[in-house]
Structure formats: C-alpha cells, structure tokens
C-alpha cells in the first residue's frame, strides 16, 4: 500500500512538472504561430462536439492531461465530468469594458477550473479588438455569433405605426426603455430566440451572463452537473417585480393560453403561487431576474414553450408594450414546471447593476470567500418577491 502510494505520487509530480513544462514552452516551438494561435496553449474543455475547436492551433488540438477519478492525484477538476453547457452573453461592440468585467470574474470565481465555453451573441459582426481581447482572459473555447435577422428585428406582421406611437407614449411616460426600439428587440430574442442560433443549439444548458455584473463568491460546485443530477430546469439568484406600464396586457394573454393550452400546465404542483397572489386571477408581477439564469436549452425548445412563446409573440406585446423577457421565462417557468424543478442557487453571490444577491448563512458566505456584505442583499428589502418564493417552498 505504502508503495503504491509513493509510486503513484511520484508519477503524479512528473505528470503535473512535464505539463507545466509544455505550457511553458510550447508556444517556443512554435514561434510564427499568430498571437491568436498561442492562445491555445492551454486545453480547451468544451464538451465532445462533432466540429473542431475554430481555435486549434498548428500543433493540432489539445488535450487536458488523461488522469481518471482514481489515480491517486486528488480531484483534479479537468478529469471530471462536465455538462453539456456554455456561457450565454449578448452584448454590443460597445458593452466590451463590462464583458471583460464579468468574464474575469467569472473566470476567477469558478470557470478557470471548469474550463466551460462561451458564446457571444450580437445582431451585428463583434469586432476583432473585441475577440481578442474576450479571448486572452480564458483558455475555454470562445465563438462569436452574428444574430440571424429574422430573429432580431421587428417582423413585418406587427403594426409599425401602432409600434411606434405606443413606443412614443411609453417614452413619455418615462417608462423604462420604453422609446428604445433596440431594447423591445432584445427583450423578444431573449424571450424566444437565443435558444434557436446555429452556435448555442449544440449544448443543453447555459448560463446566462450580462457585461458588468459581479460575482461574488467563489463557486465550488457544477451548477451545470447540480442542475442535471437534481432535474432542475430553471435557476436563478433574485427575484424582483415588473414595472406595471411594461405589461399592461400580458397576464390577459397568459390567461388565454392557460385556457387553450390546459395540457401544457403543471397544475398541481407548478410555482403559480410565486406570480399570482389569486391563484391566477391576476399577476403579482414577481419575476426571476433573467440576467443571471442557469437553465435548460431544451426547455426553451420544447413543445410547451414553443407554443407559449408563440402565443404571446402574436399579440404582438413585444412591441405594442415592452414585455421583457424576465417575466415571459418566469412565467413560462412557473406555469410550465414543477416547482420542484426551479432552483434558487443561494449560494452564487451575484449583483446586477446595484441589486445584489449574498449568501445568508455565515457559513456559505465564509466558504464562498464572498466580497459581498450579506447586510447588503436585497433579497429581504421591499423591493423583492424572495419572500414569496420562500413561501412558496416551504423556506
Ligand atoms: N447585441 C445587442 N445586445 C444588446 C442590445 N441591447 C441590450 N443588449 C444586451 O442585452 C442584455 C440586456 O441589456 P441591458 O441593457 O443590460 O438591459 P437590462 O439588464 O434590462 O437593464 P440595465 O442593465 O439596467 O441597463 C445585455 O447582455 C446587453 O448587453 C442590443 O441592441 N444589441
Ligand atoms: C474527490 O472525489 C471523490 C469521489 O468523487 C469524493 O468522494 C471526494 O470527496 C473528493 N475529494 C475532494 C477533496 O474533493
Ligand atoms: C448536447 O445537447 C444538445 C441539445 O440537447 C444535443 O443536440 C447534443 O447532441 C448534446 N451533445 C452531447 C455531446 O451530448
Ligand atoms: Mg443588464
């Protein structure tokens, strides 16, 4: 045993020193390779996919050190299992200053041992300083898409000059992004489309994630795995309420299809409690904020929410109002779920814009080394539907 032991840590050391030495001096062998080809010295984790890395390097592709669960080596994180997953984040040219913020923060709290890729999403070409400089913070594969037209602009069958008269009365009645054509666009690609562009259609969770957000604490665990292992569909950090003016007619909507589509509804065991103070006369306007979700792919695509998507796509309040994609995926989760299969990831300390998510219990909160003051959460202030979601699961 004792000699097992010593042999199987000397053949660790020199497994551990020989890749160290290759990181260190591949890019030597390889001196006319372009900057952007020795950003691939390092191994790229993306999950098995049928095409090539759009990155491999002269050298050929790499792989992370064969070591299996038992070797003896501890847990080294690149031998593990990963999900079928990616980062989501749809961005302009001009957010590049906040993507960079969350992809280092990302990286440094928790992908920098899981090695999960990225997908950048845009209606327009992302530009070359903006590739690159993405690319040099992770050595996880990273691709950038162009946004297919026709899922990102205003269709044709809505009314432009009704769109545009309700867009110029919502813009003076000061209601939020209420005049900002672009932002109806992203609210109606985020609701039914994102999950549908050629890059993303390869994985089945993602990880929604918005330039200039924070992440708070170190993050230990897969939350992709944790999502599969524990048939959960949906996860998010806040909850917060809908501005009445953005969605003046959407529960009338959400109506009508709970009527014409009773066999898409959970109704025994769904979270309907957590957006309906009624039991479903009307919407309490609580809602998961989507900026931060960890979710399936799959449920997007699936039968229930293509045809939900569908039904409120064609009353046209995408444009007519200023539906946001927030509360069509919490309602869609809610009604279309068990709410068994929803998660709250306490423990993912996250703030978007001022608005803050801190783990409560002193021991997640030391264990995550968060940067976060719990005091500062506003899961508990008067603003969040949190307490309807505890109520609602029994916390
Ligand atoms: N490509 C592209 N991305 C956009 C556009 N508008 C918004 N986004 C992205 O869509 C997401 C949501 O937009 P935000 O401006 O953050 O909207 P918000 O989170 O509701 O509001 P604030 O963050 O408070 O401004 C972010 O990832 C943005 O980068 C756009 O016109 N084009
Ligand atoms: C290593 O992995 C094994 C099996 O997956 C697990 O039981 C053990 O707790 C892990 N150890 C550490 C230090 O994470
Ligand atoms: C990942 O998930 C997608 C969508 O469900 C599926 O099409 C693809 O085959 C999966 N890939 C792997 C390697 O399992
Ligand atoms: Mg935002």
């Not at 996860?235 to 809908?242: D, H, I, K, S």
């Not at 953005?246 to 957006?275: C, Q, Y």
């Not at 039991?279 to 229930?304: K, M, P, Q, T």
């Amino acid at each position: 045993m004792q000699r097992r032991a010593r042999y199987v840590a000397v053949t660790c050391i020199t497994l551990l020193t020989l890749v160290a030495l290759y990181r260190k001096y591949a890019p030597l062998l390889d001196p006319y390779g372009s900057s952007e080809d020795s950003l691939v010295s390092l191994p790229d984790y993306a999950p098995e996919s049928g095409s090539p890395s759009t990155r491999e390097s002269s050298m050929g592709p790499l792989h992370p050190p064969a070591m299996s669960g038992d070797s003896g080596c501890g847990n080294i994180s690149s031998s593990e299992r990963r999900a079928n997953a990616t980062f989501i984040m749809l961005a302009r040219n001009s957010d590049l200053k906040g993507a960079l913020l969350s992809v280092r923060q990302l990286e440094d709290r928790f992908n920098r041992r899981y090695g999960y890729p990225y997908v950048f999403l845009n209606e327009e070409e992302f530009s070359e300083d903006f590739k690159r400089r993405i690319r040099v913070l992770t050595p996880s594969r990273v691709e950038f898409g162009v946004i297919p037209r026709e899922h990102w602009f205003q269709p044709d069958w809505i009314d432009a000059g009704k769109a545009n008269a309700e867009m110029g009365r919502m813009e003076q009645m000061n209601v939020k992004y209420g005049g900002n054509l672009a932002y109806h666009n992203m609210c109606r690609y985020n609701s039914g489309f994102f999950f549908q562009h050629p890059l993303v259609l390869k994985y089945k969770w993602y990880w929604r994630v918005e330039p200039s957000v924070k992440f708070h604490c170190d993050i230990a665990r897969d939350p992709f795995l944790f999502m599969e292992e524990n048939d959960k569909v949906y996860g998010f950090t806040l909850a917060v309420y809908e501005i009445p003016a953005t969605i003046r007619s959407l529960w009338t909507h959400v109506k009508e299809f709970m009527a014409r589509h009773p066999e898409h509804i959970h109704a025994e065991d769904n979270a309907l409690g957590f957006i309906s103070d009624d039991d479903g006369r009307s919407y309490n306007r609580c809602h998961f904020w989507s900026n931060f979700e960890i979710a399936s792919l799959d449920f997007w695509r699936g039968a229930a929410y293509t045809d939900f998507f569908a039904h409120l796509d064609a009353a046209g309040g995408f444009y007519y109002e200023r539906w946001g994609d927030a509360p069509v995926h919490s309602i869609a989760a809610a009604l279309l779920l068990r709410k068994d299969q929803i998660h709250l990831f306490e423990d993912i300390g996250y703030q978007h814009d001022d608005w803050s998510h801190c783990p409560r219990t002193h021991e997640m909160w030391e264990a995550g080394r968060c940067l976060c003051d719990s005091g500062n959460s506003f899961d508990y202030s008067p603003d969040s539907c949190r307490p309807k979601w505890d109520a609602l699961v029994g916390a």
